[in-house]
Each structure stands twice: as structure tokens, then as C-alpha cells.
């Protein structure tokens, strides 16, 4: 993919990486997901996407028995869900569901500093790899795309979803969920993470695991636990 990059591609990232964009989640600073997304919308018009929905979760999105409860509790806080809003980019017309591919790709962050540098061949800063990178080579590959089918965006139509989310135990309930509620989905759908460069068909963050404990038992106890159980169980699997 590296051929691929342009130098405003490049710009692009280190901009992304620059932007602030930590889960709240996760306990970090304030978060500019709208600076975030709006630069990468501003970005893939040039490629020649449009922007088909960029809003926020209302709180009935959240508010349900099934989204973990340290969602819940933190979609009360004022301001929360108004900072973690979602994007959708569509290229060409709406197609139906049988000829849309779908992408996936989130720009929220885990916690923690780490400088943003590019020293000619390896970026770093906070979601280099996980998703600013990722974010930005998609949009690469779709350029590229373009120039070797004109199909694309013509009869296999193209949907983004750019989501918060991802961080913090939310697993795509402030983002994703109700993105692929409102139809932004198709045929094939993608989702960005890294697996070093493997295509897999699942991925351990289509479930969730739902443990109660009584409030004496640690929570690290009950942690411990489950690891050991996991590695003795699956072993080399």
C-alpha cells in the first residue's frame, strides 16, 4: 500500500494523528471526532465520495439492555454523545444491497501519549495502525480502484462508515450499531483492524462477554480467572 500514498495522503494522516480523538471511554482528554471526521470527509471528496450522514447517537440508541452498562452510565453525561458523532460517505448513487460494498473504519483512540512523527517510511502517534492509518490507506485503495475499474461507485457503489466506538468497551454501540439499523450496509462488509495484513471472517469483537459478580469479588480476581480458563481451554488454538 505504500506505492499507493501520495503526499497528501500523508499530510493527511499526520493531521488525523495530530487530532485529539481518545475515547472518552477510555479516560482521556477532550476528544475532536468532528475536526477528525470532517478532515477526512474534506479528503475523500477528492476521491470522489459525498457525505450521505454525519450525526450523533440520540440517547434511545444507547439506553438498552443489551449495550454494555459502562455505556449506559456514560451516554447521561452531558456531552457525551454529542462528541462521539458518526460519518457515512457514500460513492456514487444509493445501489441495492446486492451490488454495495460496505467499509467500516474508526477514528476514536485508546488512551495514552505517544508522539506523532513520520520519518519517510513509518508513521507513529496514536492510531497509526489502529484506525487513522487504516482510515487513510482506504481511501488510497479505493483512488486506486477507481483508476482500474470504472465499475466502481457505477455498478458496485461504495459506503464509509467512519464511527467512535470502538474504545472503551462500547464495541460499536454509539457508532455502528445504528448505522447498519439505518441500511448504510451490503452485500460484502468490511471492517478495518489490524490483523497483520490477514482476511479473517470473524473477529473476537462480534462478542461480548456478559459476567455478574457479587460487589465483594475484585474484579482483577474474577479477570485472572477467566485467562487462565481461556488459555487451558483453547491451548494452541
Known amino acids: 500500500m505504500s506505492g499507493l500514498l ?12 495530530r487530532t485529539p ?4 471511554l477510555e479516560a482521556g482528554g477532550p476528544t475532536q471526532l468532528w475536526q477528525a471526521q470532517t478532515a477526512y470527509a474534506e479528503a475523500a471528496r477528492a476521491v470522489g465520495f459525498r457525505t450521505a450522514r454525519h450525526d450523533c447517537a440520540r440517547p434511545a440508541d444507547v439506553l438498552r439492555d443489551d449495550v454494555p452498562a459502562v455505556v449506559r452510565a456514560a451516554a447521561g453525561t452531558p456531552g457525551f454523545l454529542a462528541g462521539q458523532p458518526s460519518l457515512v460517505l457514500r460513492l456514487g448513487r444509493a445501489l ?11 477514528l476514536d483512540t485508546a488512551a495514552g501519549p505517544e508522539p506523532v512523527a513520520f520519518d519517510g517510511s513509518r508513521f507513529t502517534g496514536r492510531g497509526a ?8 490507506a482506504l481511501l488510497a485503495g479505493v483512488r486506486q480502484a477507481l483508476q482500474l475499474s470504472p465499475a466502481v461507485g ?15 468497551g462500547a464495541l460499536g454501540r454509539i457508532g ?15 471492517f478495518c483492524a489490524p490483523t497483520g495484513l490477514r482476511y479473517v471472517t470473524s473477529a473476537p469483537a462480534e462478542m461480548t462477554a456478559r459476567v455478574r459478580a457479587d460487589a465483594e469479588h475484585d474484579a482483577s480476581v ?5 485467562a487462565q480458563h481461556f488459555a487451558a481451554a483453547l491451548g494452541a488454538a
Request: proline letters at 6%; a positive charge.
Open 21 to 24: 480523538t481518545t475515547s472518552p
Open 96 to 106: 441495492p444491497f446486492g451490488a454495495t460494498i460496505m467499509v467500516n473504519v474508526h
Open 154 to 168: 457505477r455498478d458496485v457503489g461504495v459506503v464509509l462508515q467512519v464511527v467512535p466506538g470502538a474504545g472503551g
Open 6 to 17: 501520495l503526499a497528501s495522503d500523508h499530510d493527511l494522516l499526520l493531521r488525523l494523528l
Open 129 to 136: 495502525v489502529d484506525a487513522k492509518g487504516p482510515a487513510v
Open 222 to 226: 474474577l479477570l485472572g480467572f477467566l
Open 176 to 190: 455502528t450499531r445504528r448505522l447498519i439499523d439505518a441500511g448504510f450496509h451490503g452485500r460484502l462488509n468490511v
